[in-house]
């Protein structure tokens, strides 16, 4: 069964930081590239960061490069999927996914809410 948690969330004040995690299992996550997305109230789901299938590349949204770092760790039958961020803004706020960068996506998990304010 293909499952995706991610933890990780909650309320920072502007300016803090957050580490998110997710773990993934159920199918082969490990040879895949992994991202972070999030949706904000009233927005579309959008990418904020991705890591290539053995963590050698990484790439950023442009409004969130120098804020986050997205690390992964493939073990045998999972992956684990890290996404530090900091100077954490209120436009940070959404809820964040983590799942394969391409389509066909996974069933998306449950994600984390960030809520970022005063």
């Known amino acids: 069964q293909v499952q995706i948690v991610e933890s990780g969330g909650g309320l920072v004040q502007p300016g803090g930081s957050l580490r998110l995690s997710c773990v993934a299992s159920?199918?082969?996550?490990?040879?895949?590239?992994m991202a972070w997305f999030r949706q904000g109230p009233g927005k579309e789901r959008e990418v904020v960061a991705w890591?290539?299938?053995?963590?050698?590349?990484?790439?950023?949204r442009d409004i969130m490069k120098g804020r986050v770092t997205i690390t992964r760790d493939n073990a045998k039958d999972t992956v684990s999927v890290y996404l530090e961020m900091n100077n954490l803004k209120p436009a940070d706020t959404a809820v964040y996914y983590c799942?394969?960068?391409?389509?066909?996506?996974?069933?998306w998990g449950q994600g984390t809410q960030v809520t970022v304010s005063s």
């Open positions: 159920g199918m082969a996550f490990s040879s895949l590239a």
């Open positions: 799942n394969r960068v391409e389509t066909p996506f996974a069933p």
């Open positions: 890591v290539s299938h053995n963590g050698a590349s990484t790439n950023y």
